[in-house]
C-alpha cells in the first residue's frame, strides 16, 4: 500500500511522484500564456541580461574614497556580526585545543567578511594605499643614509 503523499497526488491528478505533476503544471501553465504575457516575460529577461554589472572601473575616484572611508567606520561592526555567526557555525567544528578555536573563529569569521558585500574590493583599495605610503617611507629612508664605502 502506498503512503499519504502518494495517494494526494494520484487523487488530485498528478503523477505518483511530485517531480512528474510539477513539470506537468509548468508546462500547461506555459502553454497558456498568451502574446503579450510571453512578450513581456521575455522583455523582463532581456533587460536583466542587457544591464552590465557596475564594476570599479565604472566608479570615480571620489566615490570609492567615499565608500573606503565608509568601509573603515563600518568595518569593525560588520566584522563582529561576523564574528557571531562564525562561533555559531564553528560549533560544527569544535576542537579541543581552546587557542585553535579561537583562531578557527576567526578565519571564518574573516572568510564571511570578506565575501560579503563588496569588501573584498575595498580591503584591497586599502591594501593598495598601504603599499604605496610603505614604499614611498622606505625611499625617503634609505636616501642620504647610504655609506659608499670608496677609499
Same mark, same amino acid.
Given at each position: %500500500?502506498?503512503?499519504?503523499?502518494?495517494?494526494?497526488?494520484?487523487?488530485?491528478?498528478?503523477?505518483?511522484?511530485?517531480?512528474?505533476?510539477? /513539470?506537468?503544471?509548468?508546462?500547461?501553465?506555459?502553454?497558456?500564456?498568451?502574446?503579450?504575457?510571453?512578450?513581456?516575460?521575455?522583455?523582463?529577461? =532581456? =533587460?536583466? @541580461?542587457? =544591464?552590465?554589472?557596475?564594476?570599479?572601473?565604472? %566608479?570615480?575616484?571620489?566615490?570609492? *574614497?567615499?565608500?573606503?572611508?565608509?568601509?573603515?567606520?563600518?568595518?569593525?561592526? &560588520? @566584522? *563582529? /556580526?561576523?564574528? %557571531?555567526? $562564525?562561533?555559531?557555525?564553528?560549533?560544527?567544528?569544535?576542537?579541543?585545543? +581552546?587557542?585553535?578555536?579561537?583562531?578557527?573563529?576567526?578565519?571564518? $569569521?574573516?572568510?564571511?567578511?570578506?565575501?560579503? +558585500?563588496?569588501?573584498?574590493?575595498?580591503?584591497?583599495?586599502?591594501?593598495? %594605499?598601504?603599499?604605496?605610503?610603505?614604499?614611498?617611507?622606505?625611499?625617503?629612508?634609505? @636616501?642620504?643614509? &647610504?655609506? /659608499?664605502? /670608496?677609499?
Amino acid at each position: %500500500m502506498g503512503d499519504a503523499n502518494e495517494l494526494e497526488y494520484t487523487v488530485l491528478g498528478g503523477g505518483s511522484r511530485p517531480q512528474e505533476s510539477r /513539470s506537468e503544471i509548468s508546462r500547461v501553465s506555459l502553454e497558456n500564456l498568451n502574446n503579450h504575457e510571453i512578450n513581456k516575460v521575455n522583455k523582463i529577461i =532581456d =533587460d536583466h @541580461y542587457k =544591464d552590465k554589472q557596475r564594476t570599479i572601473l565604472d %566608479m570615480k575616484l571620489g566615490e570609492i *574614497m567615499n565608500n573606503t572611508v565608509n568601509f573603515l567606520g563600518n568595518s569593525y561592526d &560588520s @566584522y *563582529m /556580526s561576523k564574528v %557571531m555567526e $562564525a562561533e555559531f557555525t564553528q560549533k560544527l567544528y569544535k576542537t579541543d585545543d +581552546d587557542n585553535l578555536n579561537k583562531l578557527q573563529t576567526h578565519l571564518i $569569521a574573516f572568510s564571511l567578511f570578506v565575501r560579503d +558585500d563588496d569588501n573584498i574590493l575595498y580591503l584591497g583599495v586599502i591594501f593598495v %594605499m598601504l603599499s604605496v605610503l610603505i614604499c614611498f617611507f622606505n625611499i625617503s629612508r634609505g @636616501y642620504g643614509n &647610504s655609506k /659608499s664605502d /670608496s677609499n
